[in-house]
């Protein structure tokens, strides 16, 4: 049975929570000083520690860092009768788990504490992902051995040395930039300068002067001469992202300059010559554009030379796990979490099984969240970002078929079949609803209701049943069954 310890001088305080928490079935054990909490963690290696901020002769802020020392994995949970957002702050930085106020609300404290508990059994599993001790990389790299990701290396590595221009294509955050800087960095302009511009951050005036430089007195407020971005590269590489939101007017001084090496400045007559390789990126669709007019054809034609296509994500197999192992490494570095030894199976599976709409860059905000989440030294599921966690559903899914003995959904190759014929883009995350609706509502029966009973045969919170029950709507009485 999961036991917790509550330090806290206010004896009241204590037995409340020891009524509240015996009612699903955990051992309470509590102590008024920590001196004595301290002894006692070391005695009984509770599952979940309830603290008190304001403790005899000491802060609780300080004890918590005792208790660090003996168990780092202990999730500790906070309480306090001020309202002072310092302290709350403080402890959240530390690395508490949660942090509650007095007057207690005794049915959310339960709830918290279950989670706490599973988090707790989760971190004691043994990871699925380790930090590597490898040598750290100086710089940001591409990491990928699928078969798309190998093709994307063999092209830059072709593309490289030869002096023409590069049009990498692909959706948003699959890393499209980094192509560009590997281009440059394996070229022979390597020792020349690298320009990174996204042409759809600036407006179509600013991006001409941007690019082009302009004369004093080219426009209101150009009190002086400025270099353009092709002048000061010269020798060097520019790489254009977002090539697609450029203006016609823009787009044509483009051409000209990839056609002829040269260009004026805005508000100048004077020819300018330049040296520059162009290495362009786009996730728009440029065929379509130049169809339909958005485009220039010249210039489609003069930029993609070599065209790099950038996998998504979730096409890319076994990179998913190499990019969660590497960018863990660099967001712990970077957090200085040093004490993070890896994700638990459960956060694991979940984060392999998500499509990862936002690529790569979602990736790292993905990991950097859950960093700043973690109250321990392994990443649990509770710690990732909500859209993992809680993935979209479909707002009218279809049910499977109905068991006419116990009234639940039981058969889901039926539904599988349906849906793969009605082209589901969410399948997945639709499969995994059904299942869980006729499990639970199963186990409900087999317990005639007792959701203590469920919880303990099905390894999940009372609090996560309470939740399935209110989600698929079944109906807790003498029969169980789920609205269809």
């Not at 304001?54 to 020392?69: A, C, H």
């Amino acid at each position: 049975m999961p036991n917790v310890v509550v330090i806290d001088d206010d004896r009241s305080v204590c037995e409340m929570i020891r009524r509240s928490l015996e009612k699903i079935c955990l051992t309470v054990s509590s102590v008024a000083t920590a001196d004595d909490g301290l002894t006692l963690i070391r005695n009984v290696s509770p599952d979940v520690v309830l603290l008190d901020v304001m403790l005899p002769g000491t802060s609780g802020l300080e004890v918590f860092q005792k208790i660090r020392d003996i168990d780092r994995k202990l999730p500790i949970i906070f309480i306090t009768a001020g309202s002072d957002s310092s302290t709350a702050i403080r402890a959240m930085q530390l690395g508490g788990f949660d942090y509650v106020t007095k007057p207690l609300d005794l049915p959310a404290l339960s709830e918290l504490v279950e989670k706490a508990i599973a988090t707790r059994r989760m971190m004691n599993t043994p990871v699925a992902m380790h930090m590597s001790d490898g040598p750290f990389p100086e710089t940001e790299s591409f990491v990928g051995r699928s078969p798309a990701m190998l093709e994307v290396f063999k092209a830059i590595g072709r593309v490289a040395a030869q002096n023409v221009p590069v049009l990498i294509r692909g959706e948003s955050g699959t890393g499209k930039e980094l192509v560009a800087r590997a281009i440059y960095q394996n070229s022979a302009r390597s020792g020349e300068c690298f320009m990174a511009i996204n042409c759809a951050a600036m407006p179509d005036a600013l991006l001409e002067s941007e690019l082009f430089g302009h004369e004093k007195g080219a426009f209101t407020g150009a009190d002086k001469q400025r270099i353009g971005k092709f002048e000061a590269c010269s020798g060097g590489t520019i790489f254009l992202d977002e090539i697609g939101d450029m203006s016609p007017l823009v787009q044509g001084k483009i051409l000209r300059l990839l056609q002829q090496q040269e260009f004026e400045r805005v508000g100048g007559n004077k020819t300018i010559k330049t040296d520059v390789r162009i290495v362009t990126a786009t996730n728009l669709d440029l065929d379509q554009m130049v169809v339909d007019g958005e485009f220039r054809e010249d210039l489609f034609y003069r930029l993609n030379g070599i065209t790099i296509t950038l996998p998504p994500l979730r096409k890319r197999g076994e990179d998913v796990s190499l990019l969660l192992e590497y960018y863990l490494r660099v967001c712990a570095r970077e957090m200085n979490r040093h004490d993070c030894e890896g994700i638990s199976p459960e956060a694991l599976e979940m984060l392999t099984q998500y499509s990862w709409p936002g690529n790569v860059r979602e990736m790292q905000s993905v990991v950097r969240q859950s960093l700043l989440n973690a109250t321990g030294p392994v990443i649990v599921p509770s710690f990732l970002p909500p859209e993992l966690t809680t993935p979209m559903l479909s707002k009218t899914p279809e049910l499977p078929q109905i068991d006419n003995a116990t009234g639940v959904p039981s058969d889901l190759a039926p539904f599988v079949n349906r849906r793969l014929e009605a082209d589901s883009r969410n399948l997945y995350a639709e499969a995994l609803e059904q299942m869980e609706r006729y499990l639970i509502t199963r186990v409900l029966q087999a317990t005639e209701g007792n959701q203590t009973k469920a919880s303990e045969i099905l390894g999940i919170t009372r609090g996560k049943i309470r939740d399935r029950v209110n989600l698929f709507q079944i109906s807790l009485g003498t029969v169980v069954s789920v609205e269809e």
